[in-house]
Nanobody, 125 residues
Framework: QVFVAESGGGSVTSGESLTLTCTTSGRPANDLCVAWFRQDPGSEREAVASMSRQGITTILDSVKGRFTASRSRDNFDLHMHNLKPEDTANYYC?????????????????????WGEGTLVTVSS
Protein backbone atom coordinates (compact mmCIF):
# COMPACT_ATOMS: atom_id res chain seq x y z
CA GLN A 1 0.00 0.00 0.00
CA VAL A 2 1.24 3.44 -0.91
CA PHE A 3 0.12 6.50 1.00
CA VAL A 4 0.06 9.95 -0.55
CA ALA A 5 -0.30 13.28 1.24
CA GLU A 6 -0.24 16.83 -0.08
CA SER A 7 0.62 20.02 1.73
CA GLY A 8 1.32 23.64 0.93
CA GLY A 9 -1.89 24.97 -0.56
CA GLY A 10 -3.39 28.30 0.39
CA SER A 11 -4.60 31.68 -0.80
CA VAL A 12 -2.27 34.08 -2.57
CA THR A 13 -2.46 37.17 -4.72
CA SER A 14 -1.71 37.15 -8.42
CA GLY A 15 2.05 37.12 -9.07
CA GLU A 16 2.97 35.38 -5.86
CA SER A 17 4.50 31.91 -5.46
CA LEU A 18 3.57 28.70 -3.68
CA THR A 19 5.25 25.33 -3.30
CA LEU A 20 3.13 22.21 -2.95
CA THR A 21 4.69 19.10 -1.44
CA CYS A 22 3.61 15.54 -2.17
CA THR A 23 4.88 12.97 0.31
CA THR A 24 4.65 9.29 -0.48
CA SER A 25 5.22 6.37 1.86
CA GLY A 26 5.01 2.62 1.67
CA ARG A 27 7.25 2.35 -1.36
CA PRO A 28 10.44 4.22 -2.31
CA ALA A 29 9.66 7.37 -4.26
CA ASN A 30 12.07 6.33 -7.02
CA ASP A 31 9.95 3.20 -7.50
CA LEU A 32 6.85 5.20 -8.38
CA CYS A 33 5.53 7.39 -11.12
CA VAL A 34 4.26 10.46 -9.28
CA ALA A 35 2.33 13.39 -10.68
CA TRP A 36 0.61 16.60 -9.67
CA PHE A 37 -2.88 17.16 -11.04
CA ARG A 38 -5.28 20.03 -10.78
CA GLN A 39 -9.02 20.05 -11.08
CA ASP A 40 -11.65 22.72 -11.41
CA PRO A 41 -15.24 21.93 -10.45
CA GLY A 42 -16.89 20.19 -13.37
CA SER A 43 -13.59 19.50 -15.14
CA GLU A 44 -11.39 16.46 -15.41
CA ARG A 45 -8.27 16.11 -13.36
CA GLU A 46 -5.33 17.33 -15.48
CA ALA A 47 -1.68 16.50 -14.89
CA VAL A 48 0.54 19.58 -14.60
CA ALA A 49 3.80 17.89 -13.59
CA SER A 50 5.13 14.37 -13.32
CA MET A 51 8.27 12.61 -12.14
CA SER A 52 9.23 9.23 -13.53
CA ARG A 53 11.12 6.52 -11.66
CA GLN A 54 14.19 7.57 -13.62
CA GLY A 55 13.89 11.11 -12.30
CA ILE A 56 12.61 12.65 -15.52
CA THR A 57 10.34 15.63 -14.90
CA THR A 58 7.65 16.69 -17.33
CA ILE A 59 5.77 19.99 -17.05
CA LEU A 60 2.51 20.86 -18.81
CA ASP A 61 3.23 23.24 -21.68
CA SER A 62 0.70 25.84 -20.56
CA VAL A 63 2.50 26.35 -17.22
CA LYS A 64 6.09 25.96 -18.37
CA GLY A 65 8.18 28.91 -17.33
CA ARG A 66 6.07 29.38 -14.20
CA PHE A 67 5.87 25.88 -12.69
CA THR A 68 8.80 23.61 -11.93
CA ALA A 69 9.04 20.34 -10.02
CA SER A 70 11.67 18.56 -8.00
CA ARG A 71 12.06 15.38 -5.99
CA SER A 72 13.80 15.00 -2.67
CA ARG A 73 13.69 11.58 -1.00
CA ASP A 74 9.98 10.82 -0.62
CA ASN A 75 8.78 14.31 -1.55
CA PHE A 76 7.73 15.55 -4.97
CA ASP A 77 7.47 19.33 -4.89
CA LEU A 78 5.57 21.55 -7.30
CA HIS A 79 7.01 25.06 -7.35
CA MET A 80 4.51 27.55 -8.70
CA HIS A 81 5.62 31.08 -9.54
CA ASN A 82 3.86 34.14 -10.93
CA LEU A 83 0.53 32.57 -10.04
CA LYS A 84 -2.55 33.69 -11.93
CA PRO A 85 -6.25 33.55 -11.00
CA GLU A 86 -6.71 30.77 -13.58
CA ASP A 87 -4.35 28.59 -11.51
CA THR A 88 -7.05 28.45 -8.84
CA ALA A 89 -7.99 24.79 -8.41
CA ASN A 90 -7.80 21.78 -6.18
CA TYR A 91 -4.37 20.22 -6.60
CA TYR A 92 -3.95 16.49 -6.14
CA CYS A 93 -0.94 14.23 -6.04
CA UNK A 94 -1.24 10.79 -7.59
CA UNK A 95 1.13 7.84 -7.71
CA UNK A 96 1.32 4.53 -9.48
CA UNK A 97 3.58 1.50 -9.51
CA UNK A 98 3.11 1.40 -13.25
CA UNK A 99 5.14 3.07 -16.00
CA UNK A 100 8.21 1.19 -14.84
CA UNK A 101 10.25 1.93 -17.95
CA UNK A 102 8.45 4.67 -19.84
CA UNK A 103 5.24 6.60 -20.11
CA UNK A 104 5.27 8.56 -16.88
CA UNK A 105 4.94 11.91 -18.62
CA UNK A 106 1.79 13.77 -17.55
CA UNK A 107 -0.11 10.48 -17.20
CA UNK A 108 -3.90 10.31 -17.43
CA UNK A 109 -5.55 10.51 -14.02
CA UNK A 110 -7.29 7.08 -14.33
CA UNK A 111 -3.87 5.42 -14.40
CA UNK A 112 -2.98 6.64 -10.92
CA UNK A 113 -3.45 3.98 -8.23
CA UNK A 114 -3.02 6.11 -5.14
CA TRP A 115 -4.23 9.62 -4.36
CA GLY A 116 -3.90 12.22 -1.70
CA GLU A 117 -6.90 14.17 -0.47
CA GLY A 118 -5.90 17.29 -2.35
CA THR A 119 -5.00 20.82 -1.41
CA LEU A 120 -6.75 23.99 -2.51
CA VAL A 121 -4.89 26.81 -4.21
CA THR A 122 -6.73 30.10 -4.56
CA VAL A 123 -5.22 32.98 -6.50
CA SER A 124 -6.94 36.34 -6.32
CA SER A 125 -6.38 39.20 -8.73
Amino acid sequence: QVFVAESGGGSVTSGESLTLTCTTSGRPANDLCVAWFRQDPGSEREAVASMSRQGITTILDSVKGRFTASRSRDNFDLHMHNLKPEDTANYYCGATRGYAYAGCALPPSPTMEFWGEGTLVTVSS
